[in-house]
């Protein structure tokens, strides 16, 4: 497996288009992504109760388990708008699935911006005629730009990968900066593959990417009305169909982790407000969600969060939130290691404090927790808790 | 039911003492709580998987539902000490009950302050004379003074009602101030009272109203190593004895939940990093744990509480963390207060912004949610989430 350029545009048959149509005050806006061949489709959408219209009319569309094309509209989240946003979220599939020729119901939708406010429907119906003209098998950039709110970086990625003689290649765009302007920031991810797979495998390989990755990193412990991944696979490469339980599905899986994993760190290291990129590793534990649990806990921390940010060997905190779980820890077997040095070790042991700083003080900290309880892992990613998350987020309206 | 001065020395019997001995730099640090009569007496611990050493011993004393002191000490938490912090915990227990010339399994113990530090356990053990000569039917402030760590205000307070013609009393004092520094913002709260009551009632009685109070407050959604809340009931008052289910057991709770309500709220109140007091009240729940679930999301958001230190009448991010809690709701039902003007009903709704904006710029700031789906309700209370809390947290080390 191998990264190359491309994004999304990478495999083979699919072409995006990136436009503005003056939903945000500046700055691209709007995004298609289709296929030339139908595609297999799958999704994972946000958890929280409350959702969005794109969310509830894409998870609807999915149910058949195809699609060819994706809208995507940034500056507007089209949720808390009752019933007119989900008239509206139709409203807008059908015009581009007008404008492509295809069926409404192939074309997947998905929103991000400022929550409660009615979608600007005329805007983007009137532009969809210049958004289908734009498509281009180079159009990634556009794409991945137009998706965006408040991120400051591009986020893409390409990686190409050989089953059986043939090459299959998996691509992926998001956007996301939780820190900054958490209500514009629904974490949206789009992947595309030209790998030819069924309906099943596909649905487990994302089932199985996105708890590795997107369920393994926290900003602020909050989730959005309006967080989307959804994977188009349209099997142009022409390998033998891949199901579950293969060779073919395992590297399949490896490669849709290795890009999702990166739209999701990149996620993290996206935030104005964010100072360090924070690895959390707890192991030792009797289950891998035990781990998680733990290793969340401590993400979420605020007083963890902040104790890193101002490059403080508070080792207790790290201990009480791996307490506040709501998993049995035997604190005589409890561990901890900040960098390369061990703080804890059943109760406090002595340890090299300006070692402990100096790890502090990078742009990436690791933490290790050991529970000596099993032989379970999970790793998480989250950030620091800084002045600036507090200022961004109270100046945001 | 009245408020009167006095505090836990307010009900018949009790003396206290608060004194320096040298473990925090300045101020006094050790506090004696003692009953002239046996008392029965009944605990609720932190829930932290970390369980610091007074903790665990108190827990164990108490089995025999009895006490006759408790002794506190501020400036070191002694948690995370291993077998070393228990020992130091007893032989701390053993040296006040020698001066009282009483058993040491008749004294519990809680600690406050630092985590991972041995307990300095001669300073407290040579003090513990002078402690014991201390005691005093009006030492109530000074064992207030002691207990504090870095609260910025005195937390205590008594109220008497008449049960069948004779007098009870109920007194409290309290420390804790979460915004500041949460390692030393453990949350300990000391009742007495003079009531006649079984050691059942006296459990059921303190359950029911941690639940309503301590359980419903937040300010960091962690929960520390050390949190303690004991009661001893010493019968002086000469009632008859209070089982539960009696009119007088409801007169009880009602006196208990008030001054632990107060306790409560003093310590939302009391942090140099909260500029404001927010209460979340959640109604139209299916059940009262639904309700509270939804609220408690809302109050330990970080988004929703850097909105309203901002004044911003963001009520995206309070849909949102409501929908956040892991409890259905439908949206259509939802409705949004913020004040007294309603924000959201369904979808969103035209609002008076600056109405919304005045109500946000006071120090109390009360939002309503309403869910539509049944007539259970609950309301916590939590801070605001501004940029002091984060440079306080950086800075303590």
Chains 1, 2 share one sequence.
Not at 108 to 136: C, F, H, N, Q, W
Not at 217 to 224: A, H, K, L, M, P
Not at 333 to 352: P, R
Not at 364 to 374: F, P, Q, S
Request: net charge positive; charged share 25%.
């Amino acid at each position: 497996m191998k990264e190359i350029p491309g994004g999304i545009t990478a495999p083979a048959g699919f072409k995006t288009s990136g436009i503005r149509c003056g939903i945000k005050k500046k700055g691209k806006d709007l995004a298609l992504i289709y296929s030339e061949k139908e595609a297999v489709a799958a999704g994972v959408f946000t958890v929280n109760s409350v959702q969005a219209a794109p969310v509830r009319l894409s998870r609807w569309y999915l149910r058949s388990g195809r699609a060819r094309a994706v809208v995507i509209n940034s500056g507007n989240a089209n949720a808390c708008t009752g019933t007119r946003g989900y008239k509206d979220a139709k409203t807008v599939t059908r015009s581009v699935a007008g404008e492509l020729g295809i069926e409404q119901e192939n074309v997947l939708i998905a929103s991000t911006g400022i929550i409660g406010k009615p979608l600007p429907v005329e805007m983007i119906s009137s532009a969809a005629g210049r958004l289908v003209k734009g498509l281009d098998y180079g159009g990634n950039t556009a794409a991945a730009w137009a998706i965006m709110t408040t991120d400051s970086f591009l986020k893409e990625q390409a990686v190409r990968f050989r089953v059986a003689g043939i090459d299959l290649t998996v691509g992926a765009m998001a956007k996301g900066s939780g820190m900054i302007c958490p209500d514009m920031a629904t974490m949206l991810c789009f992947v595309t593959t030209d790998a030819r797979i069924d309906n099943q495998a596909l649905e487990k390989a994302l089932g199985n990417s996105v708890e590795k990755t997107f369920h393994r990193i926290t900003v602020d412990g909050d989730r959005s009305t309006n967080d989307t991944v959804i994977v188009l696979a349209n099997g142009l490469a022409g390998n033998r169909k891949i199901g579950t339980g293969s060779r073919a599905f395992r590297d399949f899986q490896k490669a849709l982790t290795h890009v999702m994993s990166s739209m999701a760190r990149m996620i993290v290291k996206d935030g104005e407000g964010a100072a360090k990129f924070i690895e959390i590793e707890v192991e030792g534990a009797r289950s891998e969600e035990d781990a998680k649990k733990i290793a969340l806990s401590i993400a979420n921390s605020n007083l963890v969060k902040t104790a890193l940010a101002g490059g403080s060997p508070n080792w207790g905190r790290i201990a009480s939130a791996a307490g506040n779980a709501g998993v049995e820890i035997i604190e005589g077997n409890l561990s901890i290691s900040i960098g390369e040095e061990q703080v804890m070790k059943g109760a406090a042991v002595n340890y090299d404090v300006e070692k402990v700083r100096k790890s502090l003080s990078a742009d990436e900290v690791r933490v290790v927790v050991a529970l000596g309880a099993g032989k379970k892992s999970c790793t998480v990613w989250t950030t620091d808790l800084t002045e600036d998350y507090v200022r961004i987020n109270k100046e945001y309206s």
